[in-house]
């Protein structure tokens, strides 16, 4: 059954360090993205139509290539064999069948982050268009008349939404890149280790 939180957690699950099996937090990867989020989004406020449509494509090509793992992943898994060729062999086979689950998720997660970021993209777009404006704008006027809220107030609304709805795109922008290129950092030790075993049982 499909659950983001369970897709959160899993791929959370896998930072730690390969030859030790310690933790490794992401607090201040969070930090620098959000920092780095908030200044952009307070700065330019409004991403321009061709940022937003540049992002869309990219997150959907990086999309094409990691549903390309995913389907190998699960076209391609490790299967028990019948006899080890040593104490050695099993231990690296019950490794790489760990690693193999663990890439799984963290492909998942991307295309999670990315399809988050195409979703704020779209959103952000639809924000930028003339008919929206136009209604905002209409929206604007009747609170305007209705209540003692001017039109600067209403101005300063309409940019803390548009520099929050920015943020949220530099951030999930951040965490896909970062994810994707993890991902394929995992995805070619995976490869290795693969190898090594595959040689190691040839010989």
């Not at 008349?145 to 999930?172: E, H």
């Not at 922008?173 to 994707?180: D, N, P, Q, R, V």
Request: aromatic content about 12%.
């Amino acid at each position: 059954m499909f659950s983001i939180i369970d897709i959160v957690r899993r791929d959370a699950s896998t930072y730690y360090e390969y030859g030790t099996n310690n933790r490794v937090g992401r607090t201040k990867t969070f930090i620098a993205f959000g920092v780095l989020a908030v200044a952009v989004g307070a700065l330019v406020n409004e991403a321009s139509a061709d940022f937003l449509a540049g992002a869309l494509s990219a997150e959907a090509i990086l999309v094409g290539f990691s549903f390309n793992v995913l389907f190998y992943l699960v076209a391609n898994r490790l299967t028990k064999p019948a006899a080890y060729a040593s104490i050695e062999h099993e231990l690296r086979f019950e490794r790489l069948s760990k690693l193999s689950d663990e890439v799984f998720d963290n492909v998942t997660y991307f295309n999670l982050v990315a399809i988050g970021a195409a979703v704020a993209a779209l959103l952000l777009l639809l924000m930028g268009s003339d008919g929206f404006n136009a209604n905002l704008q209409k929206i604007g006027d009747f609170v305007e008349a209705r209540t003692r809220i001017d039109q600067t107030t209403l101005s300063w609304a309409k940019y803390v939404a548009k520099s929050a709805g920015l943020a949220v795109l530099i951030f999930v922008l951040c965490e896909s890149i970062y994810t994707f290129l993890r991902a394929v950092g995992r995805v070619r030790f995976y490869f290795s280790m693969l190898k090594t075993m595959n040689d190691e049982v040839q010989l």
